[in-house]
T-cell receptor, first 110, second 111 residues
Framework: LAKTTQPISMDSYEGQEVNITCSHNNIATNDYITWYQQFPSQGPRFIIQGYKTKVTNEVASLFIPADRKSSTLSLPRVSLSDTAVYYCLVEGTGFQKLVFGTGTRLLVSP | SQTIHQWPATLVQPVGSPLSLECTVEGTSNPNLYWYRQAAGRGLQLLFYSVGIGQISSEVPQNLSASRPQDRQFILSSKKLLLSDSGFYLC??????????FGQGTRLTVV
């Protein structure tokens, strides 16, 4: 499993764009990058997954450079309800061990 | 559609007492199943995972055990709880790719 490194915490204000970067220097060729969101006293929820370049859905965008050694989760115009912990996972196809790191605690203020 | 059930939602147990947390998945077959623990303010710690009936892999040596007696049932147990076993326990299932789905969790307090 590729080791991931994320900032421990980030602060933002409502309406701003938030970018959370995850480093995964030893990512393997068949590894995918997946991001989850967790609110207090709830299980994590899948946000987005990508392999390379850019992926966008109704919630977020995921930017992956050509070398795939890092990835950036972009949350457009955050609101107070986006305050949560965000986890970056890097795992291969097939069986996924689903090892979560410590995540990034995002606090959105008014 | 697939659903995951985990119970109980909260549990207060004395030190030294046994534990049994149950998780069931509906609407799918042969799911990968996972148990996690989360201490207050901390990240998710993978405890056990299972790829099939009777197949259990342990990630952290401790006084907890897991069993999978049926395809869609995953049980977390302990013979004697410790204070350090307190935490938020989460069960999850995955079809093997893309995303995982989590239960509502069990808040365990050992007193």
């Amino acid at each position: 499993l590729a080791k991931t490194t994320q900032p421990i915490s980030m602060d933002s204000y409502e309406g701003q764009e938030v970018n959370i970067t995850c480093s995964h220097n030893n990512i393997a060729t068949n590894d995918y990058i997946t991001w989850y969101q967790q609110f207090p006293s709830q299980g994590p929820r899948f946000i987005i997954q990508g392999y390379k370049t850019k992926v966008t859905n109704e919630v977020a965008s995921l930017f992956i450079p050509a070398d795939r050694k890092s990835s950036t989760l972009s949350l457009p115009r955050v609101s107070l309800s986006d305050t949560a912990v965000y986890y970056c996972l890097v795992e291969g196809t097939g069986f996924q061990k689903l090892v979560f790191g410590t995540g990034t605690r995002l606090l959105v203020s008014p | 559609s697939q659903t995951i059930h985990q119970w109980p939602a909260t549990l207060v147990q004395p030190v030294g007492s046994p534990l049994s947390l149950e998780c069931t998945v509906e609407g799918t077959s042969n799911p990968n199943l996972y148990w996690y623990r989360q201490a207050a303010g901390r990240g998710l710690q993978l405890l056990f995972y299972s790829v099939g009936i009777g197949q259990i892999s342990s990630e952290v040596p401790q006084n907890l055990s897991a069993s999978r007696p049926q395809d869609r049932q995953f049980i977390l147990s302990s013979k004697k709880l410790l204070l350090s076993d307190s935490g938020f326990y989460l069960c999850a299932w995955s079809p093997g790719a893309v995303e995982a789905f989590f239960g509502q969790g069990t808040r365990l307090t050992v007193v």
